[in-house]
């Protein structure tokens, strides 16, 4: 076929993206209007491979009802302009929370609030000049306290360098995993952060407003951990909207990333695979990139590739991570740029992940094996990659490497074990088939907090 002049590849792709996401289509519907994979269209429309054979152009106008004079083609004889569809209401504008949401995890978070609630006291926010709940208000669980941050009266405005050193200090505490800390200083956080947003002058307005949604992301990632994730929405969106006011693209596209998690975990799979991919674009590295911009190009790519493998869609998962890989390759270490601890080491820690949610369990066993545990930067990722190892092992029916598995998690992230849902089912599993076979694992069942009677 010939190619199109006058409408280059970034061109086509783009009026490709902009009319499938007027028309309210995810790129696995517009792909099987079309016949092709969702990781196929999202090639096209971001110019990775080039958009220039009339008849797949031809194919893509059809699909969105769009006139071919778009791309540079003739109009077809007898054909007329299609009307545009009506908007769904997923294409409105506006907040995205306030829907039923049912957790990936499918567990109950209560008993996360409990646990940390008694654990609260351990941190020392106050150090860092926020205004705090009471010990009362946080005894009724982090996401309650989290919720009246977000609703309740108004608190005192810090410094923008206070303010900053208090979102980093909570940036690392969840990367520490040191959860007791977060339940502690996360609803202070996320008050004073508003506070100081609402107060900040012109020339601050910018930074108060992406200091701000840092602290929402944080808080987000930590509600995921507790499975509260209508409140992990909340906060993402509201981190999604401050980030558009501090025009730092980075920090906007990392919010697009939390809030594509929640929608993974509640079933919107396509969706937030459109949303990771969408953010990717729109910050895709080109000439002399910073490693931030890498690193959190790598990030998304990562997962949207885990996003594809959840809705068990093999070739989007290994297209992206594919991608994700190259973009660690370019950035050439393991490193924790904007706190993603993004590397070779975290892609073939997701490459574990993607391998292990798709059932191939042996294969995540291989890609884990090639992996030095020391070398992931975090110790939450540690924690992760731990469990998905022994989510692995559990699948696969190897009790004994499980179990180990498990230990390794613990000495790696204690509080990954003790919060995380798939841990306590895992070991109420060994629990019942393998009391007796496997020394010490009643000890550790109590110091996760599970029933051993």
């Given at each position: 076929m010939t190619a199109v002049t006058?409408?280059?590849?970034?061109?086509?792709?783009?009026?490709?993206?902009?009319?499938?996401?007027?028309?309210?289509?995810?790129?696995?519907?517009?792909?099987?209007?079309?016949?092709?994979?969702?990781?196929?269209?999202?090639?096209y429309e971001r110019g990775i491979q080039p958009l220039?054979?009339?008849?797949?152009?031809?194919?893509?106008?059809?699909?969105?009802?769009?006139?071919?004079?778009?791309?540079?083609?003739?109009?077809a004889d007898g054909r007329s302009r299609h009307a545009e569809r009506k908007p769904r209401p997923d294409d409105l504008g506006g907040p995205i929370v306030g829907r039923d949401l049912v957790s990936e995890d499918g567990d109950d978070p209560v008993r996360r609030r409990e646990l940390l609630a008694g654990a609260a006291?351990?941190?020392?926010?106050?150090?860092?000049?926020?205004?705090?709940p009471s010990r009362s208000q946080t005894a009724a669980g982090p996401g309650v306290s989290v919720g009246e941050a977000l609703y309740g009266p108004a608190t005192a405005a810090a410094s923008v360098a206070d303010l900053r050193t208090a979102v980093t200090q909570a940036r690392a505490d969840f990367q520490t995993a040191r959860y007791d800390r977060l339940a502690h200083s996360v609803p202070g956080l996320i008050a004073t952060a508003t506070a100081t947003r609402q107060a900040a002058n012109t020339q601050q307005q910018a930074t108060a407003s992406t200091l701000l949604a840092e602290a929402c992301i944080t808080a987000a990632n930590f509600m995921v951990k507790l499975n509260d994730d209508p409140l992990a929405l909340t906060l993402a969106d509201r981190a999604l909207q401050a980030a558009a006011d501090g025009e730092d693209p980075l920090t906007a596209a990392d919010a697009r990333r939390a809030v594509a998690t929640v929608l993974r975990?509640?079933?919107?799979?396509?969706?937030?695979?459109?949303?990771?991919?969408?953010?990717?674009?729109?910050?895709?590295?080109?000439?002399?990139?910073?490693?931030?911009?890498l690193s959190v190009y790598g990030t998304l790519l990562e997962v949207a590739a885990y996003t594809a493998a959840v809705d068990s869609d093999r070739q989007g998962a290994s297209e992206f991570i594919g991608e994700a890989k190259a973009a660690a390759a370019r950035l050439g270490k393991d490193a924790n740029y904007?706190?993603?601890?993004?590397?070779?080491?975290?892609?073939?820690?997701?490459?574990v992940s993607i391998a292990q949610v798709l059932g191939d369990n042996g294969t995540a066993i291989?890609?884990?094996?090639?992996?030095?545990p020391a070398a992931i930067p975090t110790a939450e990722r540690q924690g992760r990659y731990w469990i998905d190892v022994a989510r692995a092992y559990h699948q696969w029916r190897k009790p004994g490497p499980c179990y180990h598995a498990l230990l390794a998690a613990e000495r790696a992230a204690p509080a990954e074990v003790r919060y995380r849902p798939p841990v306590h089912r895992i070991t109420e599993d060994l629990l019942r088939a393998n009391r007796h076979h496997l020394p010490g694992l009643g000890a550790f069942a109590r110091r996760i907090g599970l029933p051993t009677a």
């Amino acid at each position: 076929m010939t190619a199109v002049t006058g409408a280059g590849s970034g061109g086509a792709g783009a009026i490709v993206r902009a009319s499938r996401q007027r028309a309210g289509l995810t790129l696995a519907e517009l792909g099987r209007r079309c016949g092709y994979s969702a990781s196929q269209v999202s090639r096209y429309e971001r110019g990775i491979q080039p958009l220039t054979d009339i008849t797949v152009l031809r194919l893509f106008a059809e699909a969105l009802h769009i006139p071919p004079q778009a791309f540079g083609l003739a109009q077809a004889d007898g054909r007329s302009r299609h009307a545009e569809r009506k908007p769904r209401p997923d294409d409105l504008g506006g907040p995205i929370v306030g829907r039923d949401l049912v957790s990936e995890d499918g567990d109950d978070p209560v008993r996360r609030r409990e646990l940390l609630a008694g654990a609260a006291g351990l941190a020392s926010a106050a150090a860092l000049g926020l205004s705090l709940p009471s010990r009362s208000q946080t005894a009724a669980g982090p996401g309650v306290s989290v919720g009246e941050a977000l609703y309740g009266p108004a608190t005192a405005a810090a410094s923008v360098a206070d303010l900053r050193t208090a979102v980093t200090q909570a940036r690392a505490d969840f990367q520490t995993a040191r959860y007791d800390r977060l339940a502690h200083s996360v609803p202070g956080l996320i008050a004073t952060a508003t506070a100081t947003r609402q107060a900040a002058n012109t020339q601050q307005q910018a930074t108060a407003s992406t200091l701000l949604a840092e602290a929402c992301i944080t808080a987000a990632n930590f509600m995921v951990k507790l499975n509260d994730d209508p409140l992990a929405l909340t906060l993402a969106d509201r981190a999604l909207q401050a980030a558009a006011d501090g025009e730092d693209p980075l920090t906007a596209a990392d919010a697009r990333r939390a809030v594509a998690t929640v929608l993974r975990r509640t079933g919107r799979r396509a969706t937030a695979r459109d949303l990771l991919l969408s953010a990717a674009h729109d910050i895709e590295p080109a000439g002399r990139p910073s490693p931030e911009q890498l690193s959190v190009y790598g990030t998304l790519l990562e997962v949207a590739a885990y996003t594809a493998a959840v809705d068990s869609d093999r070739q989007g998962a290994s297209e992206f991570i594919g991608e994700a890989k190259a973009a660690a390759a370019r950035l050439g270490k393991d490193a924790n740029y904007r706190f993603t601890a993004f590397g070779p080491a975290n892609v073939t820690l997701y490459q574990v992940s993607i391998a292990q949610v798709l059932g191939d369990n042996g294969t995540a066993i291989e890609h884990a094996k090639t992996l030095r545990p020391a070398a992931i930067p975090t110790a939450e990722r540690q924690g992760r990659y731990w469990i998905d190892v022994a989510r692995a092992y559990h699948q696969w029916r190897k009790p004994g490497p499980c179990y180990h598995a498990l230990l390794a998690a613990e000495r790696a992230a204690p509080a990954e074990v003790r919060y995380r849902p798939p841990v306590h089912r895992i070991t109420e599993d060994l629990l019942r088939a393998n009391r007796h076979h496997l020394p010490g694992l009643g000890a550790f069942a109590r110091r996760i907090g599970l029933p051993t009677a």
